[in-house]
């Protein structure tokens, strides 16, 4: 992504909670790429742009993406169920569930756009149904992000101590190194 004057800066391996906030930043980002193009493109192929802008996000998911639900299903989600009251282990479940939804419409989604990309078009059946896993990928992550950004992170910042969080940050650095 492109750095912006002003910005936040990223948060670094010393506040993981931050780290995942700022993967959402950009899962957001990826995403309204993958729908707008989807929308705006519909019926004809893509321009050296979207092309471009696709490959970017669909890259992201697989890299980023892949790795972001990895910091939570193996570095946060099981110390939250080690520390956690019944609602929140709810809500851990639940964005596990989520994760699993979401990775059938990424590959989905990918396929989709790999088959635009290389053949030039999409059949209108296959258009509407990128059209709809962009969106339900869309409307499933604002949602996930909700629940994680004002219930699951400010629970972990108050049930986890100053050393778990700091092995949670190396657990982040590790993968990727």
């Known amino acids: 992504m492109a ?3 002003g910005a936040k800066p990223d948060s670094g391996f010393d506040d993981p909670i931050g780290m995942l906030k700022d993967c959402h930043r ?4 990826f995403l309204d790429i993958l729908c707008l193009v989807t929308e705006r493109a519909h019926a004809r192929s893509l321009t050296g742009e ?3 802008a696709v490959k970017a996000s669909l890259q992201y998911f697989h890299v980023g993406g892949e790795r972001h639900t ?10 939250l169920r080690g520390e956690s ?11 596990e569930s989520d994760h699993h939804r979401a ?10 756009y790999t088959t635009w990309m290389s053949v030039g078009t999409l059949e209108p059946d296959e258009q509407r149904r990128l059209l709809s896993q962009t969106r339900q990928l869309k409307q499933l992550y604002a949602e996930h ?14 049930m986890l101590d100053s050393r778990i969080i700091a092995a949670m940050g190396q657990e982040f650095r590790d993968r990727r190194g």
Do not use: K, T
Request: charged share 30%; proline share 4%; hydrophobic share 40%.
């Open 145 to 158: 992000i909700q629940v994680e950004e004002r219930i699951v992170f400010p629970h972990a910042l108050q």
């Open 26 to 29: 950009r899962i957001e980002h």
């Open 3 to 5: 750095v912006q004057i």
């Open 50 to 52: 979207e092309r471009s």
């Open 103 to 112: 990775a059938g419409l990424h590959e989905s989604v990918d396929w989709l």
């Open 85 to 95: 009251a019944a609602g929140s282990l709810e809500d851990v479940n639940r964005l």
């Open 70 to 79: 990895a910091d939570e299903e193996e570095s946060l989600f099981p110390r």
